[in-house]
């Protein structure tokens, strides 16, 4: 069904009242069980799979790859509360969202771990301090730490003609795989439905509930959430809208576990640093891929691993080098394993959340620092589906914001 139908039978089918779906934003409707497709199983598919499955709605996953195929098994996943230049509503949304992980691991086994972050900037310092300053404004609990001090936080870490850093003692980093599947087998246990491999080929509504379509079978649903990631932008052209992405590959290199090298996250203008609680010591690196046609070439696909084992190599021992210049320990690394992520990124940098207008009952759930806001996104998604409200916290984050047509 093309754009111009589609929309004109969601509009037909609303004028004559025939659309099951009451979710219009200020008709608050009983918190019934309802028939729920979400497409994707990273983390924010999970997350909003398992709230939803736990207050009684009928739940099937419909995922292309595998739960974590995409960017929440390829992220390096710092826990953090944003940067003083982004709007106050998403620093509000990222701060609730880091009390979320703390209340999620009081349900399930969760792998986060605490200690804060250290980050520091090339140059004059100005700026780092006018974040911390702006940040603190904002409630954050970082502060400036300088020489001394960050011997006795982080002793392995040696950074030469840099004395000032923003500690931020709230920060911590998740196993982003590790976390998506254990809110997807939650899900499971509530009773969802997980299907995988089942790629979204089409979705169509008219006077009735949505018909999802894949390669294999077409399914019916009420109502259906799109959590896609990268994807989300094609399953939004499925339905006649506009949700364009800015989506950058990154990549991310693991190390076989080692004895505790590190304690906190550490964020360098070139590379960052954290270990996990199992001590994996996870990479990752600030500079983009090259914009070489050769680069160009190989990212058409986006590729989640790279196209040999050499290359493979030669990436992760680039990252290693780097941050062996921060972190000499890390001498004695030996590389795991090295992907490439990609980021899902609303073009104006900011999530898409939210029911849309012109879509009754299509959700969409797309963000960069999804590793950051899942806990928090799925339960507040969950309340927007079944109370049928629009959530005063979100509400900087809808898709209208985005010309359509
Ligand atoms: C290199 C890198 C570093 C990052 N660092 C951080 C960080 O430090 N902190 C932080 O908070 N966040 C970070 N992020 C961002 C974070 O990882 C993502 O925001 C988060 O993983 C998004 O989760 P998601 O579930 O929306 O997307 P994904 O994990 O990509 O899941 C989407 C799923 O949808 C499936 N899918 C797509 N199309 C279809 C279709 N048509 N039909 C069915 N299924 C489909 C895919 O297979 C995929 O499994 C980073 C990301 C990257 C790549």
């Not at 918190?31 to 709230?51: E, K």
């Not at 019916?220 to 896609?228: F, I, K, P, R, S």
């Amino acid at each position: 069904m093309d754009r111009r139908s589609f929309l004109g039978a969601v509009a037909a089918a609303a004028a004559t009242g025939l659309l099951p779906r009451s979710l219009d934003a200020r008709t608050a409707v009983a918190s019934t069980p309802r028939r729920v497709i979400v497409i994707g199983a990273g983390i924010i598919g999970s997350s909003v799979a398992w709230h939803l499955a736990r207050r009684g709605c009928d739940v099937t996953i419909l995922e292309a790859r595998g739960p974590a195929a995409q960017a929440s098994g390829n992220s390096f996943a710092w826990l953090n509360g944003g940067d003083g230049g982004q709007p106050h509503s998403y620093h509000l949304l990222r701060a609730y969202a880091l009390g979320e992980h703390r209340r999620i691991a009081q349900e399930l086994d969760w792998p986060v771990r605490w200690g804060g972050s250290l980050e520091w900037h090339d140059g004059s310092p100005s700026g780092l301090v006018e974040h911390v300053r702006r940040m603190q404004g904002r409630g954050s609990a970082i502060r400036v730490v300088n020489g001394e001090e960050l011997r006795s936080i982080e002793p392995a870490l040696v950074l030469s003609g840099i004395s000032t850093l923003a500690y931020a003692e709230h920060d911590g980093a998740l196993d982003p795989g590790k976390a998506t599947r254990i809110l997807y087998d939650a899900a499971l246990r509530q009773g969802a439905k997980g299907v995988a491999p089942a790629r979204v080929t089409g979705i169509s509504s008219g006077s009735g509930p949505f018909r999802v379509a894949t390669e294999d079978d077409t399914r019916e649903a009420d109502v259906v959430v799109v959590a896609a990631g990268v994807g989300t932008s094609v399953i939004a052209e499925m339905a006649g809208l506009r949700l364009p992405q800015q989506s950058t590959p990154g990549v991310i290199v693991t190390t076989e576990p080692m004895d505790r090298i590190v304690h906190k996250v550490l964020y360098g203008p070139d590379v960052h640093v954290h270990q996990r609680d199992d001590g994996r010591v996870v990479l990752g690196e600030k500079a983009g891929s090259p914009q070489t046609d050769e680069h160009r070439a190989l990212l058409v696909g986006r590729p989640n691993e790279f196209p040999s084992a050499e290359l493979t190599m030669a990436h992760a021992t680039r990252i290693v080098d780097l941050a062996k210049q921060h972190v000499p320990a890390l001498a004695a690394a030996r590389v795991e394993h090295a992907g490439v992520g990609w980021r899902p990124m609303p073009a104006d940098g900011l999530p898409v959340l939210g029911r849309a207008r012109s879509v009754p009952g299509l959700y969409f759930a797309v963000m960069h620092s999804g590793i950051t806001l899942a806990p928090l996104i799925g339960r507040l998604a969950a309340t927007e589906i079944l109370e049928g409200i629009d959530l005063e916290i979100l509400s900087d984050f809808r898709l209208e914001r985005i010309p359509q047509g």
